[in-house]
């Protein structure tokens, strides 16, 4: 059957939009958009540099941009998406489901409230996750209203383990969590890769920087804000280099942000040896990928995934996570696809890049096995089906529950 599923984004994510191309060939799908995201609200939204993104995120598929008609449209507060039109979109077309990404805004209440006007099946895919921090009055807050509102969707689509278990604790039945994997697109991150090899451009991006060629390169990607933790990864790398056996082990971080500068002297100490690259497009993500030999994520809860994994070992390098980064207990097998290290243990985490440099130095053959393993089950075919499966399932039934 051919489904006709709407879609509600926020805005055009450079992650979700090869999904939306792979999606639109294999079902009758239309995404709606609420905010039209500018380079100003880049900066602001903790990238420190305005930009747009250089790969395409309105071709390829159909869209609709709803008309936002907040007084302050922004994505940084509940009503600065608000449109009020998709009661009218729902009402007038024949939608078989709606999938919709996270429920922080208005415009998303907006368009389940829509929904369940009309009877149409509300799916719900978000990463959230009970390692974010929260002070104990907003978890009793939210604990009652969150079960009530809820378990009353058609479906949630969960990325992951720890997704899961924050569904469950707001009561969510079991017969409505379906899997369906947070990915990149695998397939781009993995063929630029090998052209990045082919073309030899690893060496291009390490003279760019002055690391040497046979260096340890350990990876930073993220905006330089307080919940990345940028600060614990070169710590780290400043314990680590201290030591004879991190004389060869050289330091990348890949991102701009309000803490750029304090990170900056921060690393003074070992400065021939920690690299800034500043914030870099999405096209060029593969040949820093390609250029280091571990990606270090050292966030805390507030990262609730963790897509920068996914990227690392599309590229073929491991990475060490924080126990908090959401995607840990998902995609870290120990020893095999990298570490995990306690939030803020920095002595842990100089250990873990050095038993890696170790492991990678031993067989790094069977590291990238691991790796490719890995990814093929966080992947857009697997989501692809897994979405299939949750249409089947939910429209042949057509339980959709409504509010009291």
């Given amino acids: ?47 420190g540099v305005e930009f747009d993104w250089d790969v395409p995120l309105l071709e390829g598929y159909p869209y609709r941009w709803l008309k936002n008609v907040s007084r302050r449209p922004t994505l940084r507060s509940f009503s600065g998406c608000d449109t009020p039109e998709i009661f009218d979109i729902v009402r007038r077309e024949k939608f078989d489901a709606f999938l919709i990404f996270g429920w922080n805004r208005k415009s998303s209440i907006q368009t389940i409230l829509a929904c369940w006007k009309k009877g149409v099946p509300v799916l719900m895919r978000g990463d959230s996750h009970l390692g974010e921090y929260r002070s104990m009055l907003l978890r009793v807050t939210k604990y009652f209203p969150y079960r009530f509102f809820l378990p009353r969707l058609s479906a949630h689509l969960y990325v992951g383990q720890r997704n899961r278990e924050y569904l469950t604790h707001y009561g969510v039945p079991k017969e409505k969590l379906f899997f369906v994997p947070h990915f990149v697109d695998n397939a781009y991150f993995r063929e630029a ?113 963790g897509l920068v994994v996914n990227e690392a070992f599309a590229c073929g390098i491991p990475a060490i996570v924080s126990d908090r980064v959401g995607c840990a207990p998902d995609l870290i097998e120990e020893g095999k696809t990298g570490y995990t290290f306690p939030l803020g243990q920095i002595e842990v985490l100089a250990r873990k890049i050095l038993e890696i440099k170790e492991a990678w130095q031993t067989d790094s053959q069977f590291i990238q096995k691991s790796l490719l393993q890995k990814i093929t089950d966080y992947s857009m075919d697997a989501a692809t089906k897994a979405l299939k499966e949750v249409l089947e399932t939910i429209c042949l039934s057509r339980k959709v529950y409504e509010p009291l």
């Fill in 1 to 47: 059957m051919n489904y006709r599923l709407g879609i509600l984004v926020s805005h055009p994510i450079q992650y979700y939009v090869p999904w939306f191309w792979h999606l639109a060939k294999r079902m009758d799908i239309e995404v709606f958009y609420a905010h039209r995201q500018d380079g100003k609200g880049q900066a602001q939204a903790g990238f």
């Fill in 193 to 305: 890769a090998l052209r990045v090899e082919k073309e030899a451009k690893t060496a291009d991006i390490r003279k760019r920087f002055k690391v040497p060629e046979n260096a340890f390169v350990c990876l930073f990607v993220g905006k330089m804000i307080s919940k990345k933790r940028a600060s614990d990864f070169i710590r780290a790398c400043l314990s680590v280099m201290s030591r004879p056996e991190g004389r060869d082990i050289f330091a990348l971080l890949v991102g701009d942000g309000p803490l750029r500068d304090s990170l900056e002297q921060l690393a003074s100490p070992c400065a021939d040896q920690i690299r800034f690259a500043g914030f870099q497009n999405q096209s060029e993500m593969p040949f820093f990928y390609r250029a280091a030999n571990v990606l270090v994520l050292p966030s805390d809860g507030g990262e609730t995934w």
